[in-house]
């Protein structure tokens, strides 16, 4: 999408460790104007998926989720992330290792909102090694549900988180597509 | 605003230790044309304000303070929660409490995204005791910035937050305003 790929070759900031920084319109500041075409175009690529709800992670995937929502009439379910594994009944949960923080976190959602009947369409901020897509597609599974795509609004190709999705038969989708990166030079697909 | 208060009634729960549970539409899973609507009540009642951004909290603050972004054609900060003090420069910091979960967090900012020029409209899920508006307010008041006004989306009016807010001479304003709740029952002022 290119309103996405001008605005990292804009204001995103390649840094030490294979990190991208876009916190100044997607992550800390939201463009809010921005994330709403994202959202749109989404909508667009998965119209006829048959979703019945959106599935994220907090925090950085909300608002990406959020738009997205609006632009298919879909509710948005909002994984929690807990450093303990001292959880109650009533969730579903899975482990994800952050690659940005290096931490390990559980992903949690409760069984209320996610059942059998519940085609899912999952939307992330980043899909890198496919860690946290991974945890996502787990609540997923647990559930019974079925995934029906998996969105990221960036994804760093060469960290292989794609094919691990693949794999499972879930069509990728992401806005910006970096093949690669170093300090003051990003290459889209 | 009455389409939230009708909401609450039908599916919010109160349960012990005076929280509300509203995470089927508010915080968890996201009712997003519900929340859409939320933000388009806030930028009726803050459509002179002169704001220039939008300051919440993640992650539950996230989705209604968009919303407001979105119809008010203003960008989000999200203040980002640490557990540790252990910070880098660049920052502003403010530590809260969270009545909910009984734990002391910091609140920070970038300093690159919240200056002197800016007029800040905070925007939160709930507004009880306090805390976190005034964790908010000092990251406003580090930066030098106006606060013109503070939104909750629930406001549970015997906590007494909103005159910590008021006697700084902001104006506090909540799309649903509890007076009184017990369990089967809540009273909205």
């Given at each position: 999408?290119?309103?996405?790929?001008?605005?990292?070759?804009?204001?995103?900031?390649?840094?030490?460790?294979?990190?991208?920084?876009v916190d100044?319109f997607l992550n800390?500041?939201l463009?809010?104007?921005?994330?709403?075409?994202?959202?749109?175009?989404?909508?667009?690529?998965?119209?006829?998926?048959?979703?019945?709800?959106?599935?994220?992670?907090?925090?950085s995937?909300?608002?990406?989720?959020?738009?997205?929502?609006?632009?298919?009439?879909?509710?948005?379910?909002?994984?929690?992330?807990?450093?303990?594994?001292?959880?109650?009944?009533?969730?579903?949960?899975?482990?994800?290792?952050?690659?940005?923080?290096?931490?390990?976190?559980?992903?949690?959602?409760?069984?209320?909102?996610?059942?059998?009947?519940?085609?899912?369409?999952?939307?992330?901020d980043?899909?890198?090694?496919?860690?946290?897509?991974?945890?996502?597609?787990?609540?997923?599974?647990?559930?019974?549900?079925?995934?029906?795509?998996?969105?990221?609004a960036?994804?760093?190709?060469?960290?292989?988180?794609?094919?691990?999705?693949?794999?499972?038969?879930?069509?990728?989708?992401?806005?910006?597509?970096?093949?690669?990166?170093?300090?003051?030079?990003?290459?889209?697909?």
């Open positions: 999408m290119k309103l996405l790929e001008d605005k990292i070759l804009k204001d995103g900031k390649v840094l030490a460790g294979d990190i991208l920084k100044g800390h500041r463009d809010t104007a921005l994330i709403t075409e994202l959202g749109k175009d989404v909508a667009k690529q998965f119209a006829k998926c048959g979703a019945s709800l959106i599935l994220t992670v907090e925090s995937g909300i608002s990406i989720a959020f738009a997205a929502g609006q632009a298919m009439g879909l509710p948005v379910l909002v994984a929690k992330k807990h450093k303990s594994q001292n959880i109650s009944d009533g969730v579903y949960t899975a482990s994800v290792f952050s690659f940005t923080h290096k931490t390990e976190n559980t992903v949690l959602v409760s069984k209320e909102y996610l059942s059998a009947a519940d085609k899912v369409l999952i939307v992330d980043f899909l890198a090694s496919g860690n946290a897509a991974m945890g996502l597609l787990s609540l997923v599974e647990q559930a019974g549900a079925e995934a029906v795509g998996f969105v990221a960036i994804e760093k190709m060469h960290q292989g988180g794609r094919a691990l999705i693949e794999e499972k038969g879930i069509k990728v989708y992401s806005l910006a597509c970096i093949k690669e990166m170093r300090a003051g030079e990003i290459i889209f697909n």
